[in-house]
């Protein structure tokens, strides 16, 4: 069922947030942003979008923490690392495809949620016990803001 273009509200956050994989995570990473309930399919869109890139940026931090605490086991250090660079060149990605968001380029917009995505994945595979929560958490918010973002398609 296609979304009215000039829905807004809560019932927007609602109906679209049902067509993500985890619509009550949506919609309370949605409902935490006041301007969600103002904002038309395209303004939400957006938020989803700002939310992955603090939620990535947050999850960094978490990241370099863990990498300066390490203590001497070496593989989860490098495992560590590993993630800590791959998230860390996603945050600029992330970044330009804001920028594209705003210049109405939701193809190129959608490209640089998928490659954080894909940065997630690939830190979630060195399995480091310590990250799964915050990684589950990212990457069950990209997933949502990717399917939100092939809804402006």
């Known amino acids: 069922m296609p979304i009215d273009a000039e829905e807004t509200g809560k019932a927007l956050i609602e109906s679209t947030c049902k067509k993500t994989q985890y619509p ?28 992955s890139a603090s939620k990535l940026v947050e999850t960094l931090h978490i990241v370099d923490m863990l ?18 660079y791959s998230y860390n060149t996603s945050v600029p990605q992330i970044q330009e495809g804001l920028q594209a968001f705003d210049q109405l380029k939701f193809e190129k917009s959608y ?3 998928e490659a954080v995505k894909k940065a997630v994945i690939d830190c979630d595979h060195e ?6 929560q915050v990684n589950t958490a990212l990457l069950r918010l990209i997933e949502d803001t990717i399917m939100i973002l092939y809804l402006l398609f």
């Open 111 to 113: 490209k640089s949620v």
């Open 24 to 51: 009550e995570e949506c919609i309370s990473a949605l409902e935490s942003d006041p301007g969600s309930f103002t904002a038309n399919l395209t303004g939400l869109t957006r938020i989803a979008v700002e939310k």
């Open 67 to 84: 990498v300066q605490n390490a203590t001497s086991d070496y593989p989860t250090w490098g495992s560590l690392v590993l993630c800590r």
């Open 127 to 132: 399995g480091v016990k310590s990250l799964t």
